[in-house]
């Protein structure tokens, strides 16, 4: 079946690049995801890239994608305080199938 | 609305209960996801709606859990009987567009608690 993996701690200082890194089985993934998640909070989608882009950008965010490898990562720039969460990556194989998600990776900012 | 609306927030039942957990998706959105997230784990897929018809209920874990989206809006999660092993946090998902990529819209969860 599907499996995305994900480490599952990260802590970084503030001001640092932090990159979150995932892997997956599925080859006919086609929509990969990050989504953040903050105590207490509901389940934000970051961003998405579709299975025919390497790269994309928004902002502090950088999602890269290495198709050959099954390998995704999450780039944030200058990271501050704020950004201490849990982050998700999740995949789809097509259109509105459902999403499968990692354990989550939490990262922590220190000051 | 302005975004998915899940009730209750929380829900302390007893042993061998029935819970009923609701979702309010966004406005015109036509697939509705159900997930439950153990402490921990990521989101695991429960069953998910195009409308009102239940496209795939292969995450359910037994017989005790079942879906109803009747109108193809609002839906309901009920399990019956519940088990201190049903103790997670339930999340709903609403999707704009079918057969498309859509972005998936979590609500803030229901937090069950099985004593």
């Known amino acids: 079946g599907e499996d995305v993996e994900q480490s599952l701690f990260l802590s970084v200082r503030e001001g640092d690049s932090s990159v979150i890194n995932c892997t997956y089985t599925?080859?006919?993934?086609?929509?990969l995801y990050w989504y953040k998640q903050e105590p207490g909070a509901g389940l934000q989608l970051l961003t998405y890239?579709?299975?025919?882009?390497d790269m994309k950008q928004d902002q502090r965010l950088t999602v890269l994608l290495n198709k050959k490898d099954k390998h995704l990562s999450l780039r944030i720039a200058d990271t501050q305080t704020g950004d201490s969460a849990i982050y998700f990556c999740a995949e789809r194989n097509s259109g509105n199938t459902p999403l499968v998600f990692g354990k989550g990776t939490r990262l922590s900012v220190i000051a | 609305g302005a975004g998915v609306s899940q009730s209750p927030r929380y829900k302390v039942t007893k042993r061998g209960q029935d819970v009923a957990l609701r979702c309010d998706p966004i406005s015109g959105h036509v697939s509705l996801y159900w997930y439950r997230q153990a402490l921990g784990q990521g989101p695991e897929f429960l069953t998910y709606f195009n409308y009102e018809a239940q496209q795939d209920k292969s995450g359910l874990p037994n017989d005790r859990f079942s879906a109803e989206r009747p109108e193809g809006s609002i839906s309901t999660l009920t399990i019956q009987r519940t088990e201190q092993r049903d103790s997670a946090m339930y999340r709903c998902?609403?999707?704009?567009?079918?057969?498309?990529?859509?972005?998936?819209?979590f609500g803030q969860g229901t937090r069950l608690t099985v004593v």
């Open positions: 890239i579709f299975s025919n882009m």
């Open positions: 599925d080859s006919s993934s086609t929509y």
């Open positions: 998902a609403s999707g704009s567009i079918q057969g498309l990529n859509t972005e998936a819209f």
